[in-house]
């Protein structure tokens, strides 16, 4: 085994947790040691997927716009579930983090007087989305990427599969992972850690994400005793390409997309009359299966799903090269089709997490227990501040990435500026039973294979837990889940070879995400309202008076959720009727 000593051990290698350790270095002046590892290489990390811009108000009184009306939009998008506090942090934090952006080489759109130019995006009063074309989470992740590894103090460690982090009691002591290159079991060991390992969507089949989606370190906390939030709100972004669910810009409907059924109808005017296409994505998801179960959808012949139009055909194609080059290339190479010319086929897909490690406004981990951990934070969309509360806004995911990534990146160097002691026999003695029990996981020669159990986990919760909810549904998905879990137990790996097991690593993926949605299920089922992205059928009305209220779920020694819950943070703000 090899052991590696470091002040800070950043797991993860998106926005949020490069900005981490970009913040961290700053603030240290380059003094302390910073390990970023990551399962991927680091520009693999979904965040370079993000397409349509981050949120920010950046020109104020030019737009008559201010962090306070950002702030209510954002409120109210989350279906007042949003911690509005966090809200407020947010919002004054995020114009400085797009200025940084900038100055740091972002080639953000501009117009004639260089000013960075912005797009409407749904559930937004005014255009405040600051975009790089449709390509604007490569552009930002490019830039700190190149200014990082200017930074001597940050190692990365690409390709690492993390397996457990290791906590002796509240106290997080460091994390054991896999070289995926060589095989070789690595400890971490550091004073602090940050968790940054993004969301869990890939328990989904049809979804917008990339296939690394797999809520590694959410899962990882929660099996090491961190608690979890709202886990039941999953994001459904409306417009996933049919049939291969490859994510269609929101920045679509920003430069003035229309969403078609199979009537040639704008439907959206029976839904949010005022917004239209641009309203919050939970509204429009529901909109368009909606008119799929009225029968107005169209139907793919290869895969039979139903679909509604998304139509760029009156943008021009001027506009579609100029501010949507990247939804051009999508079509066109997966399907042939040429967005200026005819209809893009679409239907919700699972997006983003809404959900995630419980963690108080600093992003400092939450315990099952109540009590804050010593040493360990979470940024990013692996991490419920919350700032989405129900529903998250478009554009706002970015915000929040480098927002909480700066925030965590002064707390992590703080703390570890402040803390003599990083390596300990404890951590030794965790990873040395961790390594035991990965090399007999890599001799399992059980009858089940791993990788139909995550078909049939995709198609639990794609059939299941999709856009509407009811409990019949959830029931069965649970057993479902039961069934799974007990044929996961008894698996078989075939490739025992040490150098690139990728077969160990997706075994390593699904008992992640097999962990999460037994979560997300078991949270859904017992909300009993609907708000955001949770519609239930049989509770078809948003509940203040039961249920304003954070979901908190941690682990029992049965190894099921134990649920419990916590009030929401309003400070302005109060719940009103959601009308768009």
């Not at 920010?56 to 007042?80: C, M, Q, R, W």
């Not at 759109?109 to 255009?127: E, Q, T, Y």
């Not at 602090?192 to 690394?212: D, E, P, V």
């Not at 990728?502 to 097999?514: A, F, G, K, M, P």
Request: charged share 25%; hydrophobic share 35%.
């Amino acid at each position: 085994m090899n052991i590696h000593n470091h002040d800070i051990v950043i797991l993860g290698s998106g926005l949020a947790g490069m900005r981490a350790a970009l913040e961290a270095s700053l603030v240290s002046k380059g003094k302390l040691s910073i390990a970023l590892v990551t399962k991927l290489h680091a520009m693999r990390s979904h965040s370079v997927a993000a397409e349509g811009g981050i949120s920010g108000v950046l020109y104020g009184k030019e737009n008559k716009d201010s962090p306070s009306l950002h702030a209510y939009d954002t409120i109210k998008g989350s279906d007042f579930l949003a911690d509005q506090n966090a809200v407020e942090l947010l919002v004054q934090n995020a114009p400085k983090e797009i200025m940084l952006m900038d100055h740091l080489g972002v080639p953000w759109n501009k117009d004639s007087l260089g000013r960075i130019k912005s797009r409407a995006f749904g559930g937004m009063s005014i255009p405040r989305t600051v975009f790089a074309e449709d390509k604007t989470g490569f552009f930002m992740m490019s830039a700190l990427y190149d200014n990082l590894i200017e930074f001597n103090n940050v190692e990365i460690f690409h390709e690492y599969f993390a397996t457990k982090i290791i906590m002796e009691g509240d106290t997080f002591r460091g994390l054991s992972a896999i070289d995926m290159s060589t095989g070789e079991f690595n400890l971490f060991n550091g004073k602090c850690g940050l968790i940054a390992t993004g969301g869990h969507s890939r328990m989904y089949g049809f979804t917008t994400t990339g296939h690394s989606s797999t809520g590694d370190g959410t899962a990882l906390a929660y099996n090491d005793g961190a608690s979890l939030k709202d886990m039941e709100f999953v994001q459904f972004h409306p417009t996933a390409l049919v049939p291969n669910g490859i994510l269609i810009s929101e920045a679509s409907r920003g430069e003035g997309a229309y969403l078609i059924n199979a009537k040639n109808e704008r439907f959206m005017k029976d839904y949010a009359s005022s917004k239209m296409e641009l309203a919050p994505r939970d509204i429009i998801s529901r909109a368009i299966i909606t008119e799929i179960n009225k029968g107005n959808g169209f139907t793919d012949s290869g895969s039979g799903l139903k679909y509604v139009g998304l139509d760029l055909r009156h943008l021009g194609r001027d506009v579609i090269d100029e501010k949507l080059p990247m939804i051009g290339e999508i079509t066109e190479s997966t399907l042939g089709l040429d967005p200026a010319e005819e209809i893009i086929p679409v239907r919700p897909g699972a997006h983003f997490t809404m959900g995630g490690i419980n963690t108080d406004i600093d992003g400092k981990v939450i315990m099952g227990s109540g009590k804050k951990a010593r040493g360990l934070w979470a940024a990013g969309e692996c991490a419920c501040v919350s700032i989405h509360g129900a529903n998250r806004l478009g554009s706002n995911s970015l915000s929040q990435c480098l927002t909480w990534g700066k925030i965590t990146g002064k707390e992590v160097a703080d703390f570890a500026l402040s803390d003599s002691k990083a390596s300990n026999t404890y951590a030794e003695k965790i990873a040395t039973e961790e390594e035991k029990r990965i090399k007999r996981m890599m001799k399992s020669k059980g009858k089940n294979n791993p990788y139909e159990i995550r078909k049939d986990l995709q198609h639990t919760m794609d059939t299941l837990a999709y856009v509407y909810k009811n409990e019949h549904d959830l029931k069965l998905a649970i057993n479902k889940l039961k069934v799974l879990r007990k044929r996961f137990s008894d698996i078989k790996i075939e490739d025992s070879s040490d150098v690139y097991n990728t077969n160990l690593r997706d075994v390593l993926e699904i008992s992640n995400i097999l962990e999460l949605a037994n979560v997300v299920l078991h949270c859904a089922i017992k909300r009993k309202e609907s708000r955001g992205a949770h519609a239930m059928v049989e509770y078809p009305k948003r509940n203040d008076k039961d249920w304003l209220k954070h979901t908190i779920a941690s682990k029992d020694s049965s190894g099921e959720p134990k649920i419990s819950y916590s009030p929401v943070s309003i400070t302005k703000w109060k719940p009103e009727e959601r009308k768009y």
